[in-house]
């Protein structure tokens, strides 16, 4: 009787097929979050060009701006009712939001970590910092107040 100890070639070839799977498993995991993480940044992006579009719109529409470094307040003129309306972006916990007349809760940009407002002269800059460490920023041309 031998006493020798070894693998056999049955076990050696499931430790291989095992093996070959979970690398396998392993790259398309890899992969699968690359492609997560860009499409992440794609809707980060999006939702940055959607903010930036509606907030140039206000911004032509409106009649006087002013900005803290936490909120931007417009007023305008509802050309429906002639009445005056008042809108405002401000952080609220993660998100800025907007509200008409201090009513409401739009979420506009979500996942902030900070925004800063800043109106000088005739141009408004906008910076905002994201959780995840990406970093926006937008200036706009607006009229005086008044």
């Known amino acids: 009787m031998k006493s020798d100890k070894g693998f056999s070639l049955i076990e050696v070839l ?3 097929g ?3 799977s979970c690398v396998l498993l392993l790259t398309f995991a890899i992969s699968q979050i690359q492609t997560t993480r860009s499409l992440i940044k794609d809707e980060r992006q999006i939702e940055w060009h ?18 803290t470094k936490s909120e931007l307040t417009l007023k305008k003129t ?16 993660s998100i800025i939001r907007r509200q008409v007349g201090s009513l409401g809760h739009q ?3 979500m996942k902030v970590k900070s925004v800063a407002f800043h109106l000088l ?5 906008i910076d ?8 926006y920023r937008a200036v706009f ?5 008044g």
């Open 14 to 16: 499931i430790t291989l």
């Open 18 to 20: 095992i093996l070959s």
């Open 50 to 67: 959607l903010f930036i579009n509606q907030l140039e719109h206000e911004l032509r529409d409106s009649e006087e701006v002013y900005a």
């Open 78 to 93: 509802d050309p429906k009712d002639q009445l005056k309306k008042t809108v405002t972006y401000n952080r609220h916990f």
């Open 107 to 109: 979420p506009i940009l």
């Open 121 to 125: 002269d005739e141009k408004l800059s």
């Open 128 to 135: 905002v910092d994201f959780q995840n460490g990406e970093t």
């Open 141 to 145: 041309r607006v009229r005086k107040n």
